[in-house]
């Protein structure tokens, strides 16, 4: 047998042979592509490659790339588990030309390695090819001749299909072109004219195993198609299906790269596998899928939560929790799927093994949270009365299918799912209805990425290229403006008072990015200048000013000086130096899982988020600081070293090397910490100056944020604590050192005085005066009625003195009520257990509260209300016997 990690080295290596450069995976998460949320191709890193934006030094490469099909199109979820090829996470395998060679070469590499290297049979392989279709070209009959000529085959192994199938386009306008499918047929006789019958459920039948895009033309807006100066090529075979062969299986959940966590699956469950389409077997299928895409998600930095990629996350984690559920699993178990992950490809995919101890733990943190909520919302769906019918149709209201969002976390395709199961169907606009509402009353708003990438600064970069950036070495440069806009149009000319967006060819303005905020300072032309406020880069690569004009008129197409706020980026420089310290210490007090999950740094402090299921302690807090203080002390050289991301990676620097770095990285030794980072730094350790923490909390679930400042600012802070603390010690007419003491002195008298207090209120209204309050009870049918006013007491005086009274009197129903000295009423009723049946404390504390101008309610046997009339008081009482009859 052919192992998956053998055919994903023999794949890459052919191609190397072959003069191909072996470029790694590129990331899952895609944080500069506003088009897509994960990588689903192996050409996605070379988008701008082939569009001609990006010159690589290579034009061929082969990869084996990390790919999720969740969203948009190409969204395999329903299917995974049920089919015996659909998946969430998968391997695609690729061989790419940039220019280079085209269709006969093409076309030679895929015959050789299939059928030369890995031993295919020809005789279940057919090649589908462009058949024609108006508005797309003409049939590709060069393709067809082609796989005649190289590989022999008989015209009934070559079939056309239409554009749906066999062209490929990579938008409304651009690069596209025919593409020829191989398909083999597994487990049956491979009769090609039983070819577009669909696979069993078994996985029997004809099914793709490689797909060559042969781009060919340039789609014009108004519809021609003309010849690119440069053809290229993209190719995509799934790993796992190629598994499926080699490996002589049926199923790609038979394969070394999913069978062994169907294993794990059926091993919690203390079910066995039978590999059938019963619900246990399909469940197992699901949790070994979900769990690839959780611990390579988790690995790249994201968490389960409510919006983007964070809540795609969280729908696929949700979804395994529950088939577990399903499974009869009762305790905390995906950890163990993942884990599994990660021994399985953690060598293919060292961040896996590098962030095992945080995917172990967010898969136990999130299965933990949503079991506590799981029971409910399944037995909600037990409830006859949430249903509703329409023709003939048992439909989920949309009011309850939000709930069920918003109170017990199931996302909305999971609802979708456990209705095909159980034979209803979800109300989504009533759904989408009850959601914009609830956004609506929290004033909320989602804002999608294509919207904070305006077209305009796409065509800004098209026309000027990228902003060269030269601010790690210079604050001040002279450049030219190439673009100005002004409310988000383009001008030319901005005058003294407006607001403008400025993009020059050159610039020291570091934009936002990184966690580091854009620099303020000043562009000058002449008499005009420009207060910089901030810098932002909307599109990657074009760093955008924002600005005022405070004075003269400034046109595009001039020289400009633009200087950067010296103060505020040495300021930023030591928070930033400061935060890679902190990452390092933080990773050395609570261990590696303290993976970053975000920061934001400035000039008046910085921010880290990690990943932490718990609070610091103080001690945790205090070594913390230390450690950071003497990497400061020891002032050391900060150095940055531009190495090939793979030597940065064999020094041990920490990053998610999945992130859009290049090949080529700037890797920051920092005393201890060796971190890769694109943001300005300070020149030695001791630069950095004074480290102090401001705060530690919760920022969501798995997610603590630290907030800290460094320098003249922590040296501000001190002083200021230093103020309070002196102030505080005049109040109490002491030295500073003994505050701490004196304070909790005067905490301890507080205790003693209030404990008194309750012991006065309680001797005046039931010491020695209980006998005149029983006294003026009134008698009914052998029960004790009892309402009364008594002095001002606080509410837990009150409630015990109503029950003291109750026992006294049992069976009885006693009211009291009492006005405070902000003129507030408190009323409380007790009532005899046995007598609950007629008399209940709620509806009497309510008919006394309503006479007060308040409300209350509570259990039959005691209630309690307010009210804001305290002249009505005697009134209340008068009404509580009204209410008993007496």
């Given at each position: 047998m052919t192992s998956s990690r053998e055919l994903r080295r023999a794949f890459t290596t052919f191609f190397a042979e072959r003069g191909h450069t072996h470029a790694p995976s590129g990331p899952l998460v895609l944080t500069h592509d506003p088009t897509l949320m994960f990588a689903n191709a192996g050409m996605v890193q070379f988008k701008d490659v082939f569009t001609g934006k990006e010159k690589r030094p290579y034009t061929r490469a082969t990869t084996a790339q990390k790919c999720i099909r969740i969203s948009g199109k190409h969204n395999d979820l329903e299917n995974v588990g049920v089919t015996a090829r659909h998946h969430t996470f998968f391997e695609m395998l690729g061989n790419f030309s940039f220019g280079d060679y085209f269709k006969r070469e093409a076309i030679s590499f895929a015959w050789d390695l299939f059928v030369g290297q890995l031993g295919l049979e020809p005789e279940r392989l057919v090649f589908t090819i462009f058949g024609g279709e108006p508005g797309y070209g003409p049939a590709d009959d060069e393709t067809a001749a082609l796989w005649k000529e190289i590989t022999g085959c008989d015209d009934d192994r070559i079939i056309r299909c239409g554009a749906k199938d066999n062209f490929w386009q990579m938008g409304d306008t651009g690069p596209c072109g025919p593409c020829t499918e191989i398909h083999y047929c597994l487990g049956m006789d491979p009769d090609p004219r039983r070819f577009g019958e669909e696979p069993e459920s078994s996985g029997r039948g004809w099914f793709e195993l490689w797909n060559l895009v042969f781009m060919q033309f340039d789609?014009?807006?108004?519809?021609?198609?003309?010849?690119?100066?440069?053809?290229?090529?993209?190719?995509?075979?799934?790993?796992?299906?190629?598994?499926?062969?080699?490996?002589?299986?049926?199923?790609?959940?038979?394969?070394?790269?999913?069978?062994?966590?169907?294993?794990?699956?059926?091993?919690?469950?203390?079910?066995?596998y039978r590999g059938t389409q019963e619900d246990d077997d399909v469940s197992m299928r699901v949790l070994a899928d979900h769990a690839r895409t959780t611990a390579f998600l988790v690995s790249e930095g994201v968490s389960p939560d409510n919006e983007g990629t964070a809540y795609v996350l969280r729908r696929v984690m949700r979804r395994a929790i529950r088939h577990a559920h399903r499974l009869g699993v009762e305790e905390l178990s995906f950890h163990h799927c993942t884990a599994k992950v990660v021994e399985l490809m953690g060598d293919d995919y060292p961040q896996l093994r590098e962030q095992a101890a945080l995917i172990e733990s967010v898969s136990r943190e999130e299965e933990a949270r949503f079991r506590k909520t799981l029971k409910g919302g399944v037995e909600l769906l037990d409830k006859n009365e949430v249903w509703r019918e329409e023709s003939g149709r048992k439909v989920l209201p949309g009011d309850v299918a939000f709930k069920l969002y918003d109170t017990y976390g199931f996302p909305l395709d999971l609802q979708d799912v456990i209705g095909a199961e159980r034979g209803f169907v979800v109300d989504h606009e009533g759904y989408d209805a009850a959601l914009a509402e609830a956004r609506e009353r929290s004033r909320g708003s989602v804002v999608s990425k294509s919207q904070a990438t305006e077209k305009v600064f796409y065509d800004i970069r098209e026309a000027h290229g990228a902003t060269t950036f030269v601010g790690y070495d210079q604050e001040r440069v002279e450049s030219t403006l190439v673009a100005m806009l002004r409310g988000g149009e383009r001008v030319d000319v901005a005058?003294?008072?407006?607001?403008?967006?400025?993009?020059?060819?050159?610039?020291?303005?570091?934009?936002?990015?990184?966690?580091?905020?854009?620099?303020?300072?000043?562009?000058?032309?002449?008499?005009?200048?420009?207060?910089?406020?901030?810098?932002?880069?909307?599109?990657?690569?074009?760093?955008?000013?924002?600005?005022?004009?405070?004075?003269?008129?400034?046109?595009?197409?001039?020289?400009?000086?633009?200087?950067?706020?010296?103060?505020?980026?040495?300021?930023?420089?030591?928070?930033?130096?400061?935060?890679?310290?902190?990452?390092?210490?933080?990773?050395?007090?609570?261990?590696?899982?303290?993976?970053?999950?975000?920061?934001?740094?400035?000039?008046?402090?910085?921010?880290?988020?990690?990943?932490?299921?718990?609070?610091?302690?103080?001690?945790?807090?205090?070594?913390?600081?230390?450690?950071?203080?003497?990497?400061?002390?020891?002032?050391?050289?900060?150095?940055?070293?531009?190495?090939?991301?793979?030597?940065?990676?064999?020094?041990?620097?920490?990053?998610?090397?999945?992130?859009?770095?290049?090949?080529?990285?700037?890797?920051?030794?920092?005393?201890?910490?060796?971190?890769?980072?694109?943001?300005?730094?300070?020149?030695?350790?001791?630069?950095?100056?004074?480290?102090?923490?401001?705060?530690?909390?919760?920022?969501?679930?798995?997610?603590?944020?630290?907030?800290?400042?460094?320098?003249?600012?922590?040296?501000?802070?001190?002083?200021?604590?230093?103020?309070?603390?002196?102030?505080?010690?005049?109040?109490?007419?002491?030295?500073?050192?003994?505050?701490?003491?004196?304070?909790?002195?005067?905490?301890?008298?507080?205790?003693?005085?209030?404990?008194?207090?309750?012991?006065?209120?309680?001797?005046?209204?039931?010491?020695?005066?209980?006998?005149?309050?029983?006294?003026?009870?009134?008698?009914?049918?052998?029960?004790?009625?009892?309402?009364?006013?008594?002095?001002?007491?606080?509410?837990?005086?009150?409630?015990?003195?109503?029950?003291?009274?109750?026992?006294?009197?049992?069976?009885?129903?006693?009211?009291?009520?009492?006005?405070?000295?902000?003129?507030?009423?408190?009323?409380?009723?007790?009532?005899?257990?046995?007598?609950?049946?007629?008399?209940?404390?709620?509806?009497?504390?309510?008919?006394?509260?309503?006479?007060?101008?308040?409300?209350?309610?509570?259990?039959?046997?005691?209630?309690?209300?307010?009210?804001?009339?305290?002249?009505?008081?005697?009134?209340?009482?008068?009404?509580?016997?009204?209410?008993?009859?007496?």
């Open positions: 789609r014009q807006a108004d519809g021609r198609m003309v010849d690119l100066p440069a053809p290229s090529v993209d190719t995509g075979a799934g790993l796992e299906r190629l598994a499926v062969v080699k490996q002589g299986v049926l199923s790609n959940y038979d394969t070394d790269l999913l069978r062994p966590i169907v294993d794990v699956a059926a091993e919690i469950s203390g079910k066995k005058r003294e008072g407006e607001a403008v967006e400025l993009v020059t060819l050159e610039t020291p303005f570091y934009g936002e990015k990184g966690g580091q905020v854009g620099d303020p300072g000043v562009v000058r032309a002449g008499d005009a200048w420009v207060e910089v406020r901030d810098a932002q880069i909307p599109v990657e690569g074009l760093t955008v000013l924002h600005g005022v004009v405070r004075a003269g008129q400034l046109e595009v197409g001039t020289k400009v000086s633009l200087e950067v706020d010296h103060a505020a980026r040495q300021a930023t420089r030591r928070n930033h130096s400061a935060t890679h310290l902190l990452h390092w210490a933080l990773r050395q007090v609570v261990g590696p899982t303290a993976a970053q999950k975000g920061s934001l740094v400035g000039p008046s402090r910085l921010r880290f988020d990690y990943a932490a299921s718990k609070p610091l302690g103080a001690d945790e807090i205090r070594r913390i600081e230390d450690l950071v203080n003497e990497a400061v002390l020891a002032n050391t050289p900060i150095t940055t070293d531009v190495l090939p991301m793979d030597e940065a990676k064999s020094r041990g620097a920490i990053g998610i090397f999945e992130e859009k770095y290049g090949d080529v990285v700037r890797v920051l030794t920092i005393g201890p910490s060796l971190e890769l980072c694109g943001g300005t730094h300070a020149v030695r350790t001791g630069d950095i100056g004074l480290f102090t923490i401001l705060a530690e909390g919760g920022l969501a679930a798995g997610v603590r944020r630290i907030e800290a400042i460094t320098g003249l600012g922590a040296l501000t802070h001190l002083r200021e604590t230093r103020g309070a603390l002196e102030a505080s010690a005049a109040l109490l007419k002491a030295p500073a050192s003994e505050v701490n003491d004196r304070v909790q002195k005067l905490l301890d008298q507080q205790k003693t005085l209030q404990k008194e207090i309750e012991r006065l209120q309680k001797e005046l209204v039931s010491g020695g005066g209980a006998k005149d309050l029983t006294a003026e009870a009134r008698e009914r049918d052998g029960v004790r009625f009892l309402a009364v006013a008594v002095p001002s007491v606080d509410g837990k005086a009150l409630r015990e003195m109503a029950d003291q009274l109750r026992d006294k009197l049992s069976p009885a129903v006693v009211m009291l009520g009492t006005a405070g000295a902000d003129g507030k009423v408190a009323l409380v009723c007790s009532v005899s257990k046995e007598v609950t049946d007629r008399f209940r404390a709620g509806d009497l504390v309510k008919r006394a509260a309503a006479v007060v101008g308040g409300s209350g309610g509570g259990r039959p046997d005691f209630a309690q209300a307010g009210g804001s009339d305290a002249t009505k008081l005697g009134d209340a009482v008068a009404s509580f016997y009204e209410g008993v009859g007496v």
